[in-house]
Structures are given as C-alpha cells and as structure tokens.
C-alpha cells in the first residue's frame, strides 16, 4: 500500500502540473474553434508520456542534478581556488549553451534575418557562418554571465547594481544596434537557459552561498540564471553591430 | 504507437548529445582539478539516467500530443478570416483580436505551470527558505507574469508598437520594484525571468508569434515575430516582485493586528 502511494502521489502532481495545459487546449479547440481533437488516441499516449516523463524528471533532480551541483560548490569551496572555480563556472555556461537546440533554432533565423535585411550575403555559405559565429557569441557571453555571477556570490556584492548595470548596457545597445536584430537579441535572452542547465546551476549557486562564510543562500545563492539571460543580449546586439 | 516509440528513442539519443557536454565538463573538473571522489556516485548517476529518460519521455510526449495541435490553433486562431467573423475583412482593430490576447494569457500561464525548470527552481527554493516560498505561489506568480507577458507581447505585434519601448519601460519598472521589495527575493525574482521559457512555452509561444506576425496586415513574421519570449521574460520579474511585496504586507498587517 506504502510503495503504491510512493509512486502514485509523484505521477499525481505531474498530472496536476499538467492540467491547465491540457484545459486550455481541450477549451479553444472545442468550445472558441468549435472543432473535434483530431487523433485521440495519439494525443492521450503524447499525455501519458509526457507525465511519465516529467515524474522521472523531478525524480532525477533530486537524485542527480541538484546534489551534484551542491558538491562541486562544497569541493570549490573547501579547495579554496578561486581561478578553477571561474574556470568551472565558464566552461559550465559554455558549454550548456553552444549545444542548446533552442540556441541552434534562433540562430538559424537570425541568419535569414540578417540575409533578408542585407546585412550579410544570401547565400548558405554566409548564413551558416553567421549562425555559427552567433552561436559562439551566445554561448560566451553565458560563459562570462555565470562567472560573473559566481564572482559576485564570493565577493557577496548586491546583485541590484549589476543587474541595473546590465539593463543599461541594454538599452544603450539597443539605441546602435541595427534594428533587425533586436528581436532577436531579446529573445536570445531567454533561450539559453535549459533544462538541465538551470537546476544544475542553481544548485551550484545555492552550495557556493552557503557553504562561503558571510554569504545567505537566498539572498546570494540564486541570480546566476538572471546573469545568464541578460549578458546574451548586450553580446548579439554587439555581434549585430560588428558583423 | 511504433512510431512514438521509435521517435522516443531519438529523442533520447538527442537529449543524451545534449547532456554530454555537462558530463563531460563535470567529471573532468571532478576528476582532475578537485581530484576527489564523487559521494554517492551511483545515486547521482541514476539520477542523471532518470533526468534523460524523463525529458525523453517529456519532450516526445509534447511533440506527440500538444505541440502539433497548440501549433494548429495558433495558425487557426490568427487566422484573419476567423477574427473578422461576420465584418467584411480589412477593417480589423486591435480589439478584434481578443481571443488571440486570451489565448496568449492562457497557454503563457499554462505552459509556465508544467514548465520543468521552474518546477527545479521552485523546490530549491522552497528548501532555502526552509518553506518561507511556497513552491506554488511562487509558480502561479511566474506563471500570471508569462501570461500577462505574452498576451501584452501579442498585443503589440498586433498594434506593431516598437519592441523596446515595451522592454526599457518594463526595466525602469522592475528597479523601482527593487528598491521596495524585500531584499531575501530580488535575486530569485530575477532568475525567475530565465528559468520560464523552456522546453514548453518557447515552441508555442514562438508559433503564435510567427503566426500572428504572417497573418497581420503590415507586418514581417521575421522583424515582428519575435519578441515573445522577450516579453516572457521581464514580466515575471515583476510578478514575483508584487508576489513577494504582497505577501510581507499582509504578514506585517498580521502582525500589527496580533498586536493591537
């Protein structure tokens, strides 16, 4: 009885999760559209699947993501290096974002974009290496953002001033840069951040806060993904200009 | 079904690519420059399996069953012939698009509900404020900010109003927010604009984005298009914001009226 309610109560609350979805959906096809859902039973296996996985997901975090991340924070700490601790917090923002399939989506746009709006030649050879070089800016500047943001939970400064910094740097980039790519370099913002991503670097977050001395895990240890959505767009506007 | 499955196993494969670069940066600092072994390799490598097969499981199950109708409605629903509705075509105002705003403010706070990302940030908050943040208020609150976000987003594709105009006010608005706010939620409010477009809103919302931004009369699905996600982004901030100014409002009058 005990081992069903373990299972059952987690694929409850990703059915819970799951709901409004599925009521919005199931509401404008039926009742505003006033059409029947096609493949029923398509859709109700892609449901079930999609609670499966997101029970083994939460699962997961807590098993994997979120205590490897607090290790590695406590090992940092205790091994007192701040040069490998950057050098990890780069490496970590690289290379989750370079690979990031939302990333390669927005990037390949953006090359029409800026082959539409002449900024580059129209041919493939052209959109694929600016693409490319796009990619690399992106995934740098989350590079930069998490050890930027690292740094500032060591040194225990107030993230307001940064973030304030920040959103300066982005409107005086907005002013130069070209208007084609401003769409795109605030929507950069926000595809970086992935799945796995986001957990793994909170949890790094909240270790190095609470195992530095001085430092509050709340008050310090979350902010890094903030870092990360907002570098990305002050570098694809620079990009923008520069290409 | 074989098809699914089949298409589950790809989807697996992909995740796993996608993965690799995290593995392999972890245990090379691990292994090399902390030089230490790992606590509890076995549990922490079931865990990272099950966080595969999970979004395997997840992204294959929205790829089956939401996306391509959430996708399908969004085209229907901007559709000009079914928003002018009995008016002769050509006339439309912004006004004539409020199925559109209400189904952006609906699938923004649905989709931010079964966002997995958040849900990761949420328990961790909850853990460091040892309960202080509720797991799902501080969903529902993200979840009212992407909604109000996207259907304000929409908004604007249809009106055509610059995109940064909406951004700059929005940035001026939340550092007047952080200077009244409680200082325990800024970072996490901030961080709270990153972690909601993901795997789920980011696919919809972009359909409904691109889709609007083709059928509209004067605009370019490839300038106007974007800019959702954009949206997504800031007005959570707020909302968690006002969530968080709220709640120390009503302890405080609590409080002072336990006293009195």
Redesign the interface.
Known sequence: MKSLKAIWTPVYDSLR??L??I???G???LA??Q?P??NFG???????????????????????????GE??AY??AS?GSIF?LL??AF??GF??T?????LIAVAK?AA??AA?GEMIANNEQAMDAYAQGLRVTVAVSVGFAIVLGVFRIVKGWA??YL??VG?AG??IM?FFAP??I???A??S????????????V??LG?GLA?SIKGR???????????F??LTPMIFVMAYGMVV | ?PH?LSD?FFVII?TI??????V???FG??LF??R?P???LK????????????????????????FP??RL?AQ??TDPA?IAGDKAAGVLRWSDYY?VYL?AF??G???T??E??L???A???NQ??AGSIGIWGLRIAVAIGVAIGIALGVYRIVTGTP??WY??SG?VF??IQ?MFAP??I???A??S????????T?PLVAALGLGLASTVPGRNP?????????F??LFPIMSVLAYAQLSEWQAGRSKKAKQT
Do not use: H
Request: charge should be negative; hydrophobic fraction near 60%.
């Open positions: 999760d799951l409004p979805i009521v919005v959906i509401f404008f096809q505003v559209l059409q859902i096609p398509e859709i109700a296996i892609g449901i079930l699947f999609v609670v499966i996985g997101l029970t083994l997901f939460v699962q997961g975090l807590n098993m994997g993501l979120f205590p490897i290790n590695m090992a940092f091994k490998w050098c990890f490496a970590l290379g989750t370079i690979a990031e399939p939302a746009e029409i974009v539409n993230i307001q973030i304030v959103y982005v409107v907005t208007r084609e401003i769409g795109i605030y929507d913002g926000g595809v970086t951040t992935s799945t796995i991503t986001v957990p793994l909170t949890a909240v609470s509050n895990p709340m008050v310090d240890g979350f902010g890094l993904i903030a990360a959505s | 079904m699914i589950l992909a690519w996608d993965v690799l670069p995290i392999v940066i972890i600092f691990q420059i902390l230490k790992i606590p509890n549990r922490i490598l079931s865990g990272f399996v099950l966080v595969l097969l999970g979004l395997g499981f997840f992204l294959e199950g929205l790829e089956a069953a939401l109708l959430g409605m229907q629903l079914f199925w189904f609906a699938l706070f649905s989709t509900i079964a997995p990302s849900l990761a940030v328990i961790k908050a460091v404020s995109l940064y951004i700059i940035y939340v550092l952080t200082r325990m800024i970072a996490l901030y961080d604009g990153g972690v909601t477009t993901s795997t789920v980011v490839l300038l106007d298009g974007f800019g959702l996600i954009a997504a982004s």
